[in-house]
């Protein structure tokens, strides 16, 4: 099992036009947006006396650059060849590749980092949830690198079941109908087939609000011994839950969030007048990153719980 959860993120992740793709989320959709934002925030307000950096599944280098553009060394860490490349490619243009080392690896084994290696750990966007059945020990691991701070995010358990309930959930986020991601175009063509062949199964909600586990581990496996590149075993993660193994771990002064919880309130008329006026969009991103902190909503941010803490 340890085994399947890595070869299937390897090669869903390694596919040629992946890095690519995510590195136009941003411009593609909206709760994408709002994530990063609040994201960016957090890490912008906590790199009093960080010199060193460490990106667990660092993907295209959203942050990686960023930390690296404010004077940080950073490792990138990816199990992607694609994603890195393209991290290189906007390392290069950013004039922050000399910031930056890139190494492709698996979190399952950060047996090369000795303890306390790195003034600030962090993992964002799920790269945790994608180590599944080991993702308490990968936790375990990030923080034993880390000398300062921790901050990461991972797939949400209470904000990822009302997908089971929308098969259409990601088309209120959709910034750009127009956009070529294929992505979008299926959202968009899906749409009614989807409403169509809907039914509300409560017996499947039940299963995956007791094991953090929305698709049928056997039926991934399987397309991927067929050689396909299904999704990610992903393992999905009560707050409380969250805050426990960090705490485990040592982690103190633990604060979480659940970006996107204000924003998946508003329907994507709203949201896309919203994003495509600047004044509007800064004011929204600042109102949804102070609404999302406040730890009554964290568990319903839009897919991803973010905890940050010290050691
Ligand atoms: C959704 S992307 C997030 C990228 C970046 N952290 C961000 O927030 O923009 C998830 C990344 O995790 C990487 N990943 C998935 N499983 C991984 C694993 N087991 N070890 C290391 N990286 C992994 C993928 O290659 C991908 O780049």
Request: hydrophobic residues 35%; aromatic residues 10%.
């Amino acid at each position: 099992m340890d085994d399947y959860s890595k070869k299937i993120s390897e090669r869903m992740w390694n596919q040629p036009d992946k890095g690519e793709l995510e590195a136009e989320r941003e411009q593609t959709f909206i709760d994408d947006i709002v994530q990063k934002a609040h994201i960016e925030r957090e890490l912008l307000q906590s790199l009093d006396g960080v010199e060193t950096a460490f990106d667990g599944g660092a993907g295209c280098g959203r942050f990686s650059v960023l930390l690296a553009k404010k004077g940080i060394r950073v490792t990138h860490f990816d199990i992607s060849q694609p994603m890195i490349d393209k991290a290189k490619e906007i390392a290069e243009r950013e004039g922050v590749t000399d910031k930056i080392t890139f190494v492709k690896g698996a979190l399952e084994d950060l047996s090369a980092y000795s303890d306390d290696s790195f003034d600030l750990v962090m993992s964002f966007d799920s790269p945790i949830s994608y180590t599944y059945p080991n993702q308490e020990k990968v936790i375990g691991e990030l923080v034993r690198i880390a000398r300062k701070r921790i901050l990461i995010s991972v797939s949400s358990r209470l904000g990822s079941l009302p997908y089971l309930a929308n098969p259409i959930q990601k088309n209120q986020f959709i910034l750009d109908k127009n956009s070529k991601d294929p992505w979008v175009q299926w959202c968009l063509t899906a749409r009614e087939q989807m409403i169509e062949g809907f039914a509300f199964n409560k017996d499947n909600l039940l299963k995956a609000y007791d094991s953090g586990l929305l698709d049928n581990i056997e039926d991934t496996k399987k397309a991927y011994d067929q050689g396909d590149a299904p999704w990610c075993i992903s393992y999905h993660f009560m707050p409380d839950e969250l805050e426990s193994i960090l705490k485990k771990f040592g982690v103190k002064d633990i604060k979480m969030a659940g970006p996107g919880a204000f924003a998946r309130t508003i329907p994507n008329e709203l949201l896309v007048k919203i994003m495509n006026d600047p004044e509007q969009r800064e004011a929204f991103l600042e109102f949804c990153h102070m609404y999302d902190s406040n730890p009554y909503v964290c568990g319903m941010g839009k897919d991803n719980l973010f905890a940050k803490g010290i050691l």
